[in-house]
């Protein structure tokens, strides 16, 4: 178990005097319950930066069923890590928890307490282990009166949480507004001296990042006109991403988003619970996320990239998690795809938005759906989450550090509380390998509609003509015997490839029933050979669309019989959604033929065999 193992000597233990080299410290111990939790520790341990009086410890409490990836977080951290039972025997000046989880009245030292979602919302029931961790979901003896109808208490704003043996657990509790207080002393009276209103530092973490989205969506690939649809799910069976509430809508809604949304005018992402990641693995959930994830859908990290991912997002589809409040803070509009109003607090922000928020219907087309959320009104209350997220927006770090150093006893720093900007997460633009169902149009002289859809479920609906375009890479290489377009994309110097003019002429040659193959070499060019030979080179804005788009547009045009010396005496527009891209085309010049390589000395003949 996490927690237990060989204790810690430095800085602190038994001898550590004879040891440490900075012996005059106040400890402040981070109390992880699972990753969640410490990824909310992670939010605020700046606020103890340039500190030589302070000493960081960490230490997991071991009661979550969600152990994994904790000892690896942690590890990133470098924070010297204490097993559980060396913290609770160890005093400290402060330990800092964000969640309820555990035996923290064990604790030898002033603790307090932050929300590891969005305030408190959730009815969660303790468990019955002697480990209090609301990941069970088992009830206490005792915890309601005999007959009455079993309701689990509200997590974190209830007697069962936050009392042992009728005295608070935390000698400070976080809230991040008035709303909050009013629901804890109608719930919990003998704990409303502990509240403190702190704001929420991770909201303030995205309202300080919101000026910087282009660079976030441009890190996802995402062009301008092209919207991001971003799918979000919290953990348990009733979540988006469970099977067990009334219908199971992951199954169809995964191949709907890639299949229903043009590859050139959406783009998808998909943000889940720490918990869903590492209840069942990361390599599992990439297994059953492959076939979304080879139409485009992005996997989003869910520790470094959800806020970003959400700072990026124009819609939202989600459930009762605090992800979704938070893209609704953000006025980003949500469609709920799956309620659960039996796990909120009737009396909750977070339980109002949802009864309010729109609903997936499962039998509407998606596209219909997301673009009336898009086109209407991005609020569904009053007041709504940005009113109700936190009532200190922005100040969330100076509450916070104040409320630290008043607990351990010394003064604060002279300089300002900061929390750190959220990090550019590495560019990951979309490479959808599933087979590609294109719709065109031929609108004018030079001027081709493109609509391209990853791995349809039945025929696009639409007029036009429609072909198949397929990556080299598709997992299914029969595909590529029935594609009339054949790319891939890659660096133009890629050795493994050779040159665009080889391996367009290598690959033309090896499937005589392709029209055109592609091979896209940046943002906004590539390298094309149709059929007779004749090699292409199509240029355009580096912003505007893929250019595989493009030499589906001069498919489109030839198999119609246009000529192309029209297209390389005008170029062409090509047009996804509403947008227009002119298109320079331009006979190729292949590169100068390699010089051969000197001729190796013969080999020595093998020796005779005796």
Not at 44 to 51: E, I, S, T
Not at 564 to 572: C, H, N, Q, R
Request: glycine fraction near 8%; charge should be negative.
């Amino acid at each position: 178990m996490l927690g237990s193992g060989e204790w810690v000597r430095v800085p602190v233990g038994d001898d550590s005097a004879r040891w440490t080299t900075r012996g005059r410290f106040r400890p402040v111990l981070l109390v992880v319950h699972n990753v969640t939790s410490a990824t909310r520790l992670l939010d605020v341990l700046p606020l103890f930066r340039d500190d030589l009086r302070v000493q960081l410890l960490a230490t997991c409490t071991g009661s979550s069923p969600f152990q994994a990836g904790v000892s690896e977080l942690l590890a990133k951290t470098e924070v010297r890590v204490l097993p559980w039972e060396q913290a609770v025997r160890l005093p400290v000046d402060l330990a800092i928890s964000a969640s309820f989880g555990g035996e923290l009245h064990l604790l030898k030292g002033k603790l307090i307490v932050l929300s590891h979602g969005v305030g408190y919302n959730k009815r969660l029931a303790t468990p019955d282990t002697g480990h209090r961790t609301p990941d069970t979901g088992h009830p206490s003896p005792g915890a309601r009166p005999p007959g009455a109808v079993p309701q689990p208490p509200v997590f974190g704003l209830s007697r069962e949480w936050l009392l042992v043996d009728g005295s608070p657990v935390a000698d400070a509790l976080v809230l991040s507004h008035p709303e909050q207080v009013e629901r804890l002393r109608a719930a919990c009276p003998e704990a409303v001296p502990t509240a403190v209103l702190a704001g929420d530092p991770c909201f303030d973490r995205m309202l300080a990042a919101v000026p910087y989205r282009e660079r976030f969506r441009r890190t996802l690939g995402i062009r301008p006109g092209q919207r991001l649809v971003l799918l979000n799910s919290t953990w348990n069976p009733d979540s988006l991403f469970g099977d067990g509430g009334g219908d199971d809508v992951l199954p169809s809604l995964l191949p709907r988003l890639t299949s229903e949304l043009p590859v050139d005018e959406y783009r998808s992402a998909a943000v889940l619970h720490p918990n869903i990641w590492h209840g069942h693995g990361p390599g599992q959930i990439r297994v059953w996320l492959d076939r979304a994830r080879r139409g485009g859908l992005a996997l989003i990290d869910p520790l470094e990239g959800w806020r970003q991912a959400l700072i990026a997002a124009d819609a939202v589809i989600g459930d009762a998690g605090s992800v979704s409040y938070y893209a609704a803070a953000l006025g980003t509009p949500v469609l709920m795809g799956t309620v659960s109003e039996e796990s909120l607090d009737a009396r909750s922000p977070v339980a109002a938005f949802v009864r309010h928020a729109p609903r997936l219907v499962p039998n509407v087309p998606l596209r219909e759906q997301v673009d009336a959320l898009l086109n209407g009104p991005a609020s569904h209350i009053r007041p709504g989450p940005a009113e109700l997220v936190s009532s200190a927006k922005g100040e969330a770090a100076t509450l916070l550090r104040r409320h630290f150093y008043r607990l351990i006893g010394i003064p604060e720093p002279d300089e300002p509380a900061l929390l750190d900007p959220l990090p550019l997460p590495p560019y990951e633009p979309p490479n959808p390998t599933a087979p590609l169902r294109v719709v065109t149009r031929l609108l004018g002289t030079g001027e081709i509609e493109v609509s391209r859809y990853a791995d349809p479920r039945a025929e696009p609906a639409g007029d036009g003509d429609a072909h198949a375009a397929v990556h080299e890479d598709t997992l299914d290489p029969g595909q590529l015997a029935l594609a009339d377009v054949i790319f891939r994309d890659g660096p133009v110097d890629d050795p493994r490839y050779g040159t665009p003019a080889q391996w367009t002429a290598e690959v033309l040659g090896r499937h005589p029933h392709c029209a055109v193959v592609v091979y896209v070499t940046g943002a906004g060019g590539c390298t094309v050979r149709i059929r007779n030979g004749t090699l292409l080179r199509l240029t355009a804005d580096p912003s505007a669309a893929d250019p595989a788009a493009y030499a589906s547009a001069l498919h489109a045009w030839l198999a119609s019989g246009k000529a192309l010396d029209e297209l390389l005496a005008g170029g062409m527009t090509v047009r996804t959604g509403d947008r227009a891209h002119h298109v320079a085309v331009n006979l190729a010049t292949p590169p100068p033929a390699m010089p051969p390589a000197a001729t190796p000395p013969p080999a020595m003949p093998p020796p005779p065999v005796r």
